[in-house]
Each structure stands twice: as structure tokens, then as C-alpha cells.
């Protein structure tokens, strides 16, 4: 395929190394010669000697900042009369409303909005990486008016940088990425901001719910200002759905004895749409037995320790490693589907590992 | 050390075990003969005759359930005139309060508050282990007329278990908790309800970032509401100056332009926060280079990684494996000391192993 890449950042590069190492035929616009030059050197696609035009490419990605991608995408619709055009935009619906502004009808069938759910702390051609896509859900939003020949062409780029295809309507997009992943955040880092004047001896108390709960709360102010100033309205409906639950509760503990039903109602409810996120490989929901092993904190001991589950045939789905305040002691907690869990426990128990507990969920502890 | 366990369920069952194992000697009491024999079947100690008292015990630790443990404690330091006694109950102040409106002034210089942080989603005798506080905080809670002797025999009690001591004013004990464990419990909850109604296609969309906010909504809704009534009034209080914050962002989101602002800071917050969680082995919180790997997910991938990481001699301080929806595909994040960085990049790269990206914090993508 042809394909023309349009504002070299992060994405552009990254989606240009890609396509390029699978024998795509890229070429790069930016309007920094200096951005641009960088992602061709890469390796990313060819430039495009100044004020020319790319050799009609059968598809046209916008990846510019999210503030100017409405008037690029337009643009390329009149500039590239034959390409179908795409973008990767982590917002879709105030955009597509943008560029139906800015075009003629039946130019709009030829825009297919994209999001590749990938990214990295740094920004530039200079962070590009050929696999960021790499198991990473591609979202792609069409319509019944969406040409199945073009919907065809953007599935196979997408698919090329080796991420996974998922297609939605750009408002069930937004309302998704409010809800699993913009109110998160929101969240979580109301959670931490409740840590900053607590004493350190209090903050030391810390178990693995916390860091858990607090880990995206790390994320950068100005990314997620952007993000959820996109979505705003999305976003604002799912938390005011969440503070009408978070009065509940504040009430029921204001009130105390008699009340606690809505307590209990509100942690069962949280399980209910725990059960709801997907297991591994997009399957599902999955419950794996846990099992948790004391493993001694010095190089080697996790290389042992797999070796051994290794040995007993057993694959591992998921694993974690729990922080131990003052002990120089790792907890190991091994994530196995259920049928093998004994297998697993009697293994590691014959090769002298410690288990000191052997359940399903380790979830609920005080 | 003599010691006298009241209440053999999970805690005191699983405390008499450990403190067996370490040679000390162990009576256990419970108004169940049947739970009380089981316990001491297991080897968690010495049954009493019934009616009898135990032999002169330097320590009573009272782990009955919480709602019985204030007449419990009273009636030790009657029963018990010299020893020490000792509870495990999660809530402290409300406990302390009942205890000093039962017993005589000098008594209650006998009476010192604990709050081991262990325990499991099963309860009973029959779900013991003699290695559940291992690695596990210990709260004690003690006051300047504890005296020192006293003190001094509950801390060595508590460190026979493997458990790190932690000492705590009682109110100190209570707030923290409320912050470092029962509201991210109640708003991890809060944020896994809002996926109750989404259709799986949304909730598909689920990243990394999700599943650790959500992780603990899994959990038992019984203990929970036990947990949050018995310290209602510090959940309630932080829950409250979180909803503060919540309510300028939804305030925010609803204004649009000019207000961005505020969601910036809100963010901020949030960094600040995070970066009072201290790091593993209690120390000053730590910031860990992140490395990626991409492994098949085939049985002993894992051993083979962490022995090519462990043949480099670099200790790995965390980590945690992702899920890519849809791909036989595992990611696998391996945390180390931001200096041996670059030689662990280099070393796995060598080897063969893929690494799409390499950075300090991998926060924050959107």
C-alpha cells in the first residue's frame, strides 16, 4: 500500500517505522522540516520535497495534534481526491462533527476515524518505535455509509503494525474511553490527592490496594488536561453517575447503624461490574486462582522461581509482586487458571518454595 | 513466653500457630469447643479444661470477632490480673472508648491495642497459617502511661509472627487507615459499578490502568460493610474532601474552555500524592525504571526471561504482566534501580528478547 503520513510526532513516526518494516510505501508531511527530516532518517517513510504532493496514496493518516487534525483531515479529503483518510485522535465525536463542518457530503465517506489506544510518556519522531502498536486495541469508528473497499484498506493498515482491530461508533468510543479509562484516572488521582498532607507514618500503612488504586495517578497534568477537555461531556456524565453513588454511601455512614445495607450495596455493586472487565486475550471474564509465594528479595530467586513453575508445565496468566515495608521479602502472587492450582502448589511446595496461603481470590483482605 | 489466645478463628488460630512454631507456649479459649479443638488439633496450642483459667499468661491477646471484643478485653484484665492484654481488631479508637468505660483507670495500662494488617478472604480455624503476618504490618497502639515493659512484651510477640511493627496513636491509626485502605476500597468500588451497564464492546477497551484501579472492587462485601461502620467517621471525612475535589472537576468539565485549569491541578494533585507512597522495604518513596518486554505466551517464557535477567545480576524491585486483548501476547513490565537501566536494555536486547519501548515512567498514556 501507499500510504501518506501527515504530522511526524510520536504516532506519525511510530505508524511510519511500522508500515515501513512490513514493505509499505510511506512518505511524510510535517510542518516542521526539522520533525520531518528526523522521521525520514529514522527510517519512518520518505519526505516530500516542499509544496509537492504524495504519489496518490490510497490512504492519508492525520496525525497531528489533536487541536489542528479537523482542518488537516479536510484538507487532505480536497488535496488527495482518491485517498481514503484516517486519523488517530483519542477522541472521535466532537471531530467528526468538525470535519462535517469543513467538507462536502459525499467527501465524508472517504474519513474513517481512527484511535490506536497506544502512546508513551514521551513525544517526538525521536521516541518513535516501529512496535508501539504492537497488541494494542486499533479503534475504528465507521458507519453504514462507510465504503466497505476503504473500511477494508484502513483494517489492513491498522492490522499491519500488528495491533488489534476493534470497530465502534465514535460515541460509543467516547463514552468507552470515559468510562474505562478517563473517569479512572479522574479517580485515581483524586484518591492520591487525599495522601498529600497525610503524615509519612500513615502513608507507610500502604498495602497493595492502595498502590494499585493510585498507580495512574502518576500521569501528566497537561496530556490528561487535553484528553479529558475533549471528552468533557462523556466524561462529566459518568462522574456525576458516580457522585450520586458517593452521596449514597457518604450519607450512609453519616447515619450509621440501619444503613448499612447501602454499604454493602455499593461494594457489591462494585463486584458486579469488576466481573465485567474481559480477561486475557479478549476472552471472557476469567477468575484464575491466585497463589502466593514468599520468595527472599536477591537476583535470581524470580529466575528460579519461574524455571520451577516453568518445569511443571503450568502457564502463568498473570503475576504480581507485593512490596514488603521493612522486610527484605518479596511477595510473589501467581496468577494460574483454576484446574492447575494444586499442581502448581504441590510443585512449589516439593522444591522447598513458601506458600503461605493457597485461595482462589486474595481479594478483601483487612 | 506464655500467652493465652481468646477467639480461634482465622487471626488467633493462625497467631497461635506462629507463636508455637517459635517455641513460645500457646493456651487458646473460644466459647466453641468444637473451633477451640480444632485450633489446637491444628497445633495452634494448648486446649483449656473447660471453666479453668489459663496459667498465670504474660500476654492475653483477645481475637474474637469485633463486635464482642470490648466485654472480652474487659473481662481479662479481671480475669488475668497481671498480664497484658492484647486485641487484633482492625478499628481502634471506638474499641479503646468501650474498653475504658468497662474496666477501672490502672487497669487499662494493661490493655494495648493492636491491628495486624493480615488476613484472607477465608475465616475459621481451618484457614489458618502459622505464616499469615509474615512480611505484614503490625499496628500497636500505645500511649505515654503504657508501660514500658508491657510495650516491650507485645512488640516481641508481634515480631515472633514475621510481622513488622508499627507503633500508632489510636485516632492516628484509625484516620489512616480510612485513607491508605477504606477509601480506595469504597471509590475502586464506586469506579467498577459504573461498568455494571456498559456492553462488553466497551468495557473491551479495558487497559492496564482499569484493571488496577478496579482490582480490589472484587472484594467481600460483608467484611467490608463490617470494616466501614466500624470507622464511619474517618471514611466519611475523607470521602467528603475527596467529593470537594470531585465536584470541581464535574464543575470544570460542565464550564468547557477557560476552566482547564482546574482539571490540570486536579492531576497535579494527584502526582503529589502518589509521590508520598513509599517505596519497597519501607523506604523514601523510589522511583523505578520501567522496562518493557514483549513475551509469547507459552509456558516457561517467563523462567527464561528472568533467568537471562537474573544472569545479568540485576535485581528486579517489581513486576507486572499486561493483557493484550485479542493477541497470544504477553507485555511484561520488570522494574529496577534507575542506574542498571540501560544495562538491562542492552543485556535482554542481546538475547534476543523484544523491547518496544524503553523509558523511566511508562504513566500516563492515554
Given at each position: 500500500m501507499r500510504i501518506h503520513i501527515i504530522g511526524t510526532g510520536l504516532l506519525g513516526a511510530s505508524l511510519g517505522l511500522a508500515l515501513s518494516e512490513q514493505d509499505h510505501r510511506v512518505s511524510l508531511e510535517d510542518t516542521s522540516p526539522t520533525a520531518q527530516q528526523l522521521a525520514a532518517d529514522l527510517g519512518a517513510g520518505e519526505v516530500m520535497p516542499t509544496g509537492d504532493q504524495a504519489n496518490d496514496p490510497q490512504i492519508v493518516v492525520v496525525a497531528t495534534p489533536?487541536?489542528?487534525?479537523a482542518p488537516v483531515i479536510a484538507s487532505a479529503l480536497v488535496t488527495y481526491p482518491n485517498a481514503t483518510v484516517t486519523d488517530v485522535a483519542s477522541v472521535k465525536t466532537r471531530l467528526l462533527e468538525a470535519v462535517r463542518e469543513l467538507v462536502h457530503g459525499s467527501d465524508l465517506d472517504r474519513y474513517i476515524g481512527c484511535h490506536p489506544m497506544a502512546g508513551r510518556e514521551k513525544s517526538g519522531a525521536?521516541?518513535?518505535?516501529?512496535?508501539?502498536?504492537?497488541a494494542r486495541p486499533w479503534v475504528v469508528c465507521s458507519d453504514e455509509d462507510t465504503p466497505s473497499d476503504r473500511l477494508g484498506e484502513v483494517v489492513e493498515m491498522a492490522e499491519a503494525t500488528g495491533a488489534s482491530v476493534i470497530h465502534l461508533d465514535p460515541r460509543i468510543h467516547d463514552a468507552a474511553v470515559a468510562r474505562v479509562s478517563h473517569v479512572p484516572q479522574v479517580i485515581s488521582s483524586l484518591v492520591a490527592s487525599q495522601?498529600?498532607?497525610?503524615?509519612l507514618e500513615e502513608v507507610a500503612l500502604a498495602g497493595q490496594g492502595l498502590r494499585d488504586v493510585t498507580?495512574?495517578?502518576?500521569?501528566?497534568p497537561r496530556l490528561w488536561t487535553q484528553i479529558l477537555t475533549g471528552n468533557s461531556e462523556e466524561v462529566r456524565s459518568v462522574l456525576v453517575e458516580l457522585r450520586t453513588e458517593l452521596d449514597d454511601v457518604i450519607t450512609a455512614l453519616e447515619l450509621g447503624?440501619?444503613?448499612?445495607g447501602v454499604l454493602a450495596k455499593a461494594i457489591a455493586l462494585g463486584n458486579e461490574g469488576h466481573d465485567r472487565i474481559p480477561g486475557k486475550h479478549g476472552q471472557a471474564p476469567t477468575k484464575y486462582a491466585v497463589v502466593t509465594i514468599l520468595v527472599p528479595d536477591t537476583p535470581g530467586t524470580l529466575a528460579t522461581l519461574f524455571k520451577d513453575i516453568g518445569d511443571l508445565d503450568i502457564n502463568v496468566e498473570d503475576f504480581r509482586m507485593d512490596h514488603a515495608p521493612g522486610q527484605k521479602l518479596g511477595i510473589v502472587d501467581v496468577s494460574v487458571v483454576p484446574a492447575t492450582q494444586q499442581e502448581l502448589e504441590i510443585g512449589l511446595l516439593s522444591k522447598g518454595w513458601q506458600i503461605p496461603e493457597s485461595a482462589i481470590e486474595k481479594e478483601g483482605i483487612a
Amino acid at each position: 500500500m501507499r500510504i501518506h503520513i501527515i504530522g511526524t510526532g510520536l504516532l506519525g513516526a511510530s505508524l511510519g517505522l511500522a508500515l515501513s518494516e512490513q514493505d509499505h510505501r510511506v512518505s511524510l508531511e510535517d510542518t516542521s522540516p526539522t520533525a520531518q527530516q528526523l522521521a525520514a532518517d529514522l527510517g519512518a517513510g520518505e519526505v516530500m520535497p516542499t509544496g509537492d504532493q504524495a504519489n496518490d496514496p490510497q490512504i492519508v493518516v492525520v496525525a497531528t495534534p489533536p487541536d489542528v487534525a479537523a482542518p488537516v483531515i479536510a484538507s487532505a479529503l480536497v488535496t488527495y481526491p482518491n485517498a481514503t483518510v484516517t486519523d488517530v485522535a483519542s477522541v472521535k465525536t466532537r471531530l467528526l462533527e468538525a470535519v462535517r463542518e469543513l467538507v462536502h457530503g459525499s467527501d465524508l465517506d472517504r474519513y474513517i476515524g481512527c484511535h490506536p489506544m497506544a502512546g508513551r510518556e514521551k513525544s517526538g519522531a525521536i521516541a518513535a518505535r516501529s512496535d508501539l502498536f504492537t497488541a494494542r486495541p486499533w479503534v475504528v469508528c465507521s458507519d453504514e455509509d462507510t465504503p466497505s473497499d476503504r473500511l477494508g484498506e484502513v483494517v489492513e493498515m491498522a492490522e499491519a503494525t500488528g495491533a488489534s482491530v476493534i470497530h465502534l461508533d465514535p460515541r460509543i468510543h467516547d463514552a468507552a474511553v470515559a468510562r474505562v479509562s478517563h473517569v479512572p484516572q479522574v479517580i485515581s488521582s483524586l484518591v492520591a490527592s487525599q495522601l498529600r498532607h497525610a503524615p509519612l507514618e500513615e502513608v507507610a500503612l500502604a498495602g497493595q490496594g492502595l498502590r494499585d488504586v493510585t498507580r495512574i495517578a502518576a500521569s501528566d497534568p497537561r496530556l490528561w488536561t487535553q484528553i479529558l477537555t475533549g471528552n468533557s461531556e462523556e466524561v462529566r456524565s459518568v462522574l456525576v453517575e458516580l457522585r450520586t453513588e458517593l452521596d449514597d454511601v457518604i450519607t450512609a455512614l453519616e447515619l450509621g447503624a440501619g444503613s448499612t445495607g447501602v454499604l454493602a450495596k455499593a461494594i457489591a455493586l462494585g463486584n458486579e461490574g469488576h466481573d465485567r472487565i474481559p480477561g486475557k486475550h479478549g476472552q471472557a471474564p476469567t477468575k484464575y486462582a491466585v497463589v502466593t509465594i514468599l520468595v527472599p528479595d536477591t537476583p535470581g530467586t524470580l529466575a528460579t522461581l519461574f524455571k520451577d513453575i516453568g518445569d511443571l508445565d503450568i502457564n502463568v496468566e498473570d503475576f504480581r509482586m507485593d512490596h514488603a515495608p521493612g522486610q527484605k521479602l518479596g511477595i510473589v502472587d501467581v496468577s494460574v487458571v483454576p484446574a492447575t492450582q494444586q499442581e502448581l502448589e504441590i510443585g512449589l511446595l516439593s522444591k522447598g518454595w513458601q506458600i503461605p496461603e493457597s485461595a482462589i481470590e486474595k481479594e478483601g483482605i483487612a
